[in-house]
């Protein structure tokens, strides 16, 4: 579904991500870990076609994400607070990309009344603006827009954080659904190693711009990289 | 700790990518303002012969006494549109070891740094050196300066205390328009005699100094009555402040959401434009100006006969909205712009709902300006042949613009006086957009005559609007090219 070829980016000289090859199939669960800096989102926003890659070229769905718009047709996205319309309602921005998708205002509808669990009062009570809600709050309206869409390509930014323990939770059920259910081709990044392992069944650990890790998850996966992340830390102590 | 507040707020307008970034403008905005301050200090310097010419038989200062009310008055009214208060982030000082009183005090005389508090120093000062140091004794000199700086600082307390409690909404602009109304019509009927209350107050205080202790009495008044409000409000809860979900007006737009995407979009802007202070004042100030416009020109004989003058305010009259709202066409939607090109949205698509944006509003101010009929029937063929001017060469010129503005638009902060955002391309596109059809209109008019210019024009007009797809086109394309530097901008702040 996506393939990256000799993807570079470089700030002033700088590179700051640097992927020879990632191909992610149809319906794989996808995901990214590593530490701030590592370029996480860096390469999401180069797979979204919102930052231009200095190099190399990303294909999701054999179309180049920088020449052609039909990728925007299939992919969901949530990477931070510039996916949302601040002065809508919750209501109103569903229903504003619902529009964009050609999704009916009732099914819209449905689909909210469906997540209501997961979106909670203060979303579905529609009363006040996207800018006046909490960073969690904000978050689930973003995570659930980009589900709305029914994407073959859901692409999200460090979902679980900001979301309080429930909320984690439901996500995490909720995902691990969705994908199973509709086969999309999933990627999220996370700092949390027990929320990402547990969702995806592909964990690539990201450092300084390049891939180090590219694992198939399993029962140990999550001690492997807590071993990783911890070597690094003494690492850093050490220096 | 002052020195430590000061020292902080240079760092952040220094560090704000607004001073970085754009040197450029900030120089050019500099350089507009000393011309302002310069043409002021003129007029102070040449005030005493001015009033002298004005009346014969009044000395100068008793003229000047007069009017120093209004002039007060005057200033009032405008601070309340242009003064901002300041934005000091207190946020992060709440939790720190530092009084109270500190806080507000240095928030408080932080207002004094305002642009109107400079102004008597250049339209007075001179007087008072030049004329009034001549004819008085210095002590009432002295002092005659000094009242009108502690009425300004009245003024200006008396309107952040006013401010601190209330934004400008129409609601309150409506007050202040009927309290002024009451005012002028009290003083048109010689009930409230303000000329003679002005005059005979400094009359009396240049004989009698003593009588300063009024307007410092008010000064330290509403200093006192400032400070009293801060230190009380000096809360995370007052300072952020969530607005209540107004949704009136937009929703009778929302037979808009049923047109497909292109008007889910439409939509969608007018909420923008609705709900957020700074294009809200926007639309306030610009709609009855572009079309009071014809008010100021059409009366008199003089403009009449200089159609090229007209051409302009035929240029502006339906596009005054266009040409304000449409410089930033783009960057109206900075905040949002990642959703924008992540989004299921096609760019020509995007391009054309900006384009009816435009164009719909300016035929509406179009149709409004019908009656100017009145002044003369070449009134309304100028104004219907730069409609067409507006909606076929300048609609399509803010659509290919739009791509040299890369400048994150804040919506938050007030209009009037606010540079945010702003960069040198949107003062040099005013040329093309309104010096344009006056240069085509004057070498046509010397060339083939009136009429016939009017109708290339016209042509002109008809042919973008015709052609309008395909320069919609184009300007996608070009923005294409352009978007990750247009992106890039507007997420860094």
């Known amino acids: 579904m996506i393939q990256v070829n000799n993807l570079t980016k470089k700030y002033v000289g700088r590179t700051v991500l640097n992927i020879p090859e990632i191909n992610i199939e149809k319906g794989e669960s996808f995901g990214l870990v590593g530490n701030n800096g590592a370029g996480k989102t860096t390469f999401f926003r180069l797979i979204l076609d919102l930052i231009q890659a200095s190099g190399g070229s990303v294909h999701s769905g054999g179309e180049d994400v920088a020449k052609g718009e039909h990728w925007k047709t299939y992919t969901g996205s949530y990477l931070d607070e510039g996916f949302l319309i601040e002065y809508l309602t919750p209501v109103e921005y569903f229903n504003y990309v619902g529009r964009l998708n050609g999704i009916h205002p009732t099914e819209v509808k449905n689909f909210m009344d469906d997540m209501k669990s997961f979106l909670g009062n203060d979303i579905t009570n529609n009363k006040s603006y996207i800018r006046d809600l909490s960073k969690g709050n904000q978050k689930k309206v973003g995570i659930g827009a980009a589900l709305m869409i029914r994407p073959e390509v859901l692409i999200l930014d460090e979902p679980f954080s900001n979301l309080d323990p429930t909320s984690q939770y439901q996500l995490k059920t909720l995902l691990k659904e969705w994908q199973n259910k509709h086969q999309m081709c999933m990627l999220i990044s996370s700092h949390d190693l027990n929320h990402v392992t547990e969702v995806c069944k592909r964990i690539v650990v990201l450092h300084e711009g390049k891939v180090v890790h590219d694992l198939e998850t399993n029962p140990n996966t999550l001690s492997e990289l807590e071993a990783y992340f911890a070597v690094k830390g003494d690492a850093v102590e050490e220096e | ?493």
């Open chain 2, 1 to 493: 700790m002052n020195y430590q507040f000061t020292a902080l707020q240079i760092k952040r307008i220094q560090r704000s990518s607004f001073w970085q970034k754009s040197l450029v403008t900030n120089i050019f905005i500099g350089l507009l303002m000393l011309l302002l301050l310069f043409e002021l200090l003129a007029v102070g310097i040449f005030l005493p012969s001015i009033l002298e010419k004005s009346a014969k038989d009044i000395a100068p200062e008793v003229l000047l006494n007069q009017g120093l009310i209004y002039y007060f008055l005057v200033t009032f009214m405008m601070r309340f549109f242009i003064q901002e208060l300041p934005t000091m982030e207190v946020t992060p000082m709440l939790h720190l070891p530092i009084k109270k009183t500190k806080i507000s005090s240095y928030l408080n005389f932080r207002t004094l740094l305002s642009f109107f508090n400079f102004l008597p120093l250049f339209l007075f000062l001179p007087f008072t050196i030049i004329y009034m140091g001549a004819h008085f004794s210095a002590l009432s000199a002295i002092s005659w300066f000094l009242s009108i700086y502690f009425f300004e600082f009245t003024s200006n307390f008396l309107l952040v205390r006013i401010k601190r409690k209330s934004s400008v909404t129409p609601s309150v602009v409506l007050i202040l328009l009927s309290v002024a109304a009451v005012i002028g019509i009290l003083n048109y009927y010689n009930l409230l005699p303000l000329k003679e209350i002005s005059g005979w107050y400094f009359g009396n205080l240049i004989k009698q100094p003593l009588l300063i202790l009024l307007p410092l009495f008010t000064m330290l008044l509403a200093y006192w009555e400032n400070h009293r409000y801060t230190v009380n409000h000096l809360y995370l809860e007052n300072l952020v402040k969530k607005k209540k979900r107004s949704e009136k007006i937009s929703s009778s737009f929302s037979g808009l959401e049923k047109r497909g995407k292109t008007g889910a979009m439409i939509l969608n802007e007018i909420r923008l434009l609705l709900r957020n202070k700074r294009s809200k004042q926007m639309l306030l100030f610009s709609l009855p100006l572009s079309l009071l416009y014809g008010m100021f020109f059409y009366p008199q004989k003089v403009y009449m006969d200089h159609i090229g003058l007209l051409v302009f305010v035929a240029t502006f009259i339906s596009g005054g909205f266009l040409i304000i709202y449409g410089q930033y066409i783009l960057a109206w939607e900075s905040t949002q712009f990642d959703f924008i090109l992540a989004s299921n949205i096609h760019t020509e698509e995007y391009f054309k709902a900006k384009y009816y944006l435009m164009t719909i509003p300016t035929t509406l101010l179009f149709l409004l300006t019908i009656p100017y009929v009145y002044y003369g029937r070449i009134i309304l063929e100028l104004n219907f042949v730069f409609l067409f001017y507006n909606l076929g060469i300048n609609a399509p010129l803010l659509l290919f613009s739009a791509s040299f503005n890369r400048k994150r638009l804040e919506l938050d902060k007030g209009q009037m006086m606010n540079y945010q955002g702003v960069g040198i391309n949107n003062f040099l596109i005013i040329i093309p957009l309104m010096g344009g059809p006056a240069l085509i209109y004057v070498l046509l008019d010397t060339l083939v005559g009136k009429n016939i210019a009017l109708l290339i024009i016209l042509g002109l007009g008809i042919l973008g609007i015709l052609l309008h797809q395909q320069l919609i086109k184009w300007a996608a394309a070009f923005f294409r090219k352009r978007r990750y530097q247009i992106a890039e901008g507007y997420r860094n702040s």
